[in-house]
């Protein structure tokens, strides 16, 4: 339990999302709508359409978790997604944007430095 790392994969649904969805509803969108599988151990993360609550689905050893954060005033920075003629589904994003997210820091306006990434994580 509590098992997200930045080893971890994480894709944000591109689209608002009604936080009152849990395990089977959420797993579903993965399923049906995201085109992945919930049990590749992949954290999927949602929000809801004013940006103040996230959700994130997440399949750790034993079985399903959801992470739920409501937040009491402000609201989440989203990155910029390029939607593709309709055809988004999901929008990969680094473990570092996700906690940017978290903590209130648009990381549009965040400079990233050059660091060195293991070859099956290139994605900067």
């Keep these: 339990m509590f098992n997200l790392t930045a080893s971890d994969r994480f894709y ?3 689209y608002p999302t009604d936080m009152r969805k849990s395990f089977y509803t959420l797993g579903g969108i993965v399923t049906n709508q995201m085109g992945m599988d919930v049990q590749d151990g992949d954290a999927f993360v949602f929000i809801n359409k004013p940006c ?7 399949m750790e050893y034993g079985g399903l ?4 954060m ?3 005033r402000g609201q989440f920075s989203l990155p910029e997604i ?3 003629e309709g055809k988004t589904v999901s929008h990969e994003t680094l473990w570092s944007d996700l906690v940017l997210m978290v903590q209130g820091i648009d990381a549009q306006k965040v400079k990233h430095r050059k660091r ?4 099956d994580r290139d994605r900067i």
Excluded at 65 to 68: C, E, M, Q
Excluded at 116 to 119: K, S, V
């Design 65 to 68: 978790v959801i992470y739920h």
């Design 12 to 14: 944000l649904y591109p």
């Design 116 to 119: 060195w990434i293991p070859a």
């Design 52 to 58: 103040t609550a996230m959700k994130i689905l997440h």
């Design 70 to 72: 409501k937040l009491s």
């Design 82 to 84: 390029d939607f593709q």
